[in-house]
């Protein structure tokens, strides 16, 4: 591999961390929403770059709504088998919790609808008069606080840093590449002009 082509996927790496750290910039008030990560690695094809969801808790806000739910550690809710770490749920017109999109909390007997009387617990337990009707699977270690959002995993100032090092990197990587090409050139002719 050549000068050319490490400098070509210098500016690739560069391109994808700005990708990210853009999308993160405007996820930033995005409740539920989980930062993304690029992590480089140099192999002999070059640099790889790789992107992983941080696993970062969120920062919680107190809505007071019932339904609003955040998970404590890890985990997420299933909503029509999408899997999300947004818990802004209300009931629907059949009386089960819905996402603002209108696709259903599901839990592990199906569907979780309410009433005026159900309560969700720390453990997951959906209660009505006093009995488990239905459950939200959490893993070992995660609870729920109803009343509660998640908010974003990231934070404007460090994205928008991430931005700036990543414009800096492809431009390094550009020039660096505009001058191996410069002493190619040159290199080429001064061969013709010692012929």
């Given amino acids: 591999m050549d000068g050319i082509d490490w400098m070509a996927g210098a500016m690739r790496a560069a391109r994808m961390r700005l990708d ?10 995005t409740d539920g929403f989980r930062k993304a990560q690029t992590e480089a690695s140099l192999t002999s094809r070059g640099i790889v770059i790789t992107v992983r969801t941080a696993p970062s808790q969120g920062a919680l806000r107190h809505t007071g709504a019932p339904f609003d739910l955040a998970i404590v550690g890890g985990g997420t809710f299933d909503v029509g088998g999408r899997q999300t770490r947004l818990g802004s749920f ?22 979780v609808h309410v009433d005026g009387q159900t309560t969700i617990a720390a453990d997951g337990s959906v209660r009505r008069d006093g009995r488990e009707v239905n459950r939200l699977p959490l893993p070992s270690g995660s609870s729920l606080r109803s009343g509660f959002l998640e908010g974003a995993n990231t934070d404007a100032i460090s994205e928008m840093i991430e931005v700036l090092g990543a414009q800096r990197a492809f431009e390094t990587a550009q020039k660096t590449m505009l001058a191996i090409d410069d002493v190619r050139e040159r290199s ?8």
């Fill in 90 to 111: 209300t009931p629907d017109r059949d009386g089960y919790l819905a996402d603002a999109k209108g696709r259903r909390l599901l839990g592990t007997h199906g569907a």
């Fill in 188 to 195: 080429v002719g001064d061969v013709e002009r010692l012929k």
């Fill in 20 to 29: 990210v750290a853009a999308h993160n910039l405007a996820n930033v008030s």
